[in-house]
């Protein structure tokens, strides 16, 4: 069974600092969707970005960016220039084959100003 | 108006009490599915159907039904409601031309007393 792991419960960055969050993932599939979802204390679900593991490119949506390693089964996200809006707990997530989507426990992420 | 919507947003029951958590989208997706939070635990699949005639089981469908009356709709029973019950349900949509994101919902907050 695929799992997902965040093993980072909570971190901390300065404000307009750079921050990566590690996400690593166990399949023995080789065709997968992989996510990152932001949950700010509104509580909902908000897709930060995605990447699909037959692509080679690493996922880029402005200030957010993935670093993919799939050999290493490794998703990890970069936030570059921190802000106070990205405050939130953020989950890693997984889709493989048959349709379902596991999560990661998630990180906290805490921007100090 | 939001895409995906869920009632009630928040809920107070007893022990042994039958509660129903509904769920509406205006996406036009075929895949819906329902998930709860707990803390620690990141979001863990309950239940998840891919048309009006496929529902399938998730990782923790112990304890809950569903029921997908139309496409738009998804909703989640819990038969008699026991306190561990208690957590943040979400109702989340896909469809598989979107590259299998996934669209959530605001979230249900369920105290079970």
């Known amino acids: 069974a695929q799992t997902v792991t965040q093993s980072q419960p909570e971190m901390s960055v300065q404000e307009a600092e750079t921050v990566t969050l590690s996400c690593t993932y166990d399949?023995?599939?080789?065709?997968?969707?992989l996510f990152w979802y932001k949950q700010p204390p509104s509580r909902q679900m908000i897709l930060v970005i995605r990447?699909?593991?037959?692509?080679?490119q690493n996922a880029t949506e402005n200030r957010f960016s993935v670093n993919f390693q799939k050999a290493a089964k490794s998703f990890s996200l970069k936030i570059s220039d921190s802000q106070l809006g990205d405050a939130a707990m953020y989950f890693c997530a997984y889709r493989g084959r048959d349709d379902k989507i596991i999560f990661g426990k998630g990180t906290r992420l805490h921007i100090l100003p | 108006d939001a895409d995906v919507t869920q009632t009630p947003r928040n809920r107070i029951t007893k022990t042994g009490k039958r509660i129903m958590l509904e769920c509406s989208q205006t996406?036009?997706?075929?895949?819906m599915y329902w998930y709860r939070q707990d803390p620690g635990l990141g979001l863990r699949l309950i239940y998840y159907?891919?048309?009006?005639?496929?529902?399938n089981k998730g990782e923790i469908s112990d304890g809950y039904s569903v029921s997908r009356q139309a496409q738009a709709k998804f909703s989640l029973s819990l038969e008699s409601a026991i306190p561990n019950q208690t957590a943040l349900y979400f109702c989340?949509?896909?469809?598989?031309?979107?590259?299998?994101?996934?669209?959530f919902g605001p979230g249900t907050r369920l105290l079970v007393l």
């Open positions: 990447q699909e593991a037959y692509k080679q």
């Open positions: 159907s891919f048309d009006v005639k496929d529902i």
């Open positions: 996406k036009g997706h075929d895949r």
């Open positions: 989340a949509t896909s469809d598989r031309l979107e590259q299998e994101t996934q669209y």
């Open positions: 399949t023995s599939e080789s065709d997968y969707y």
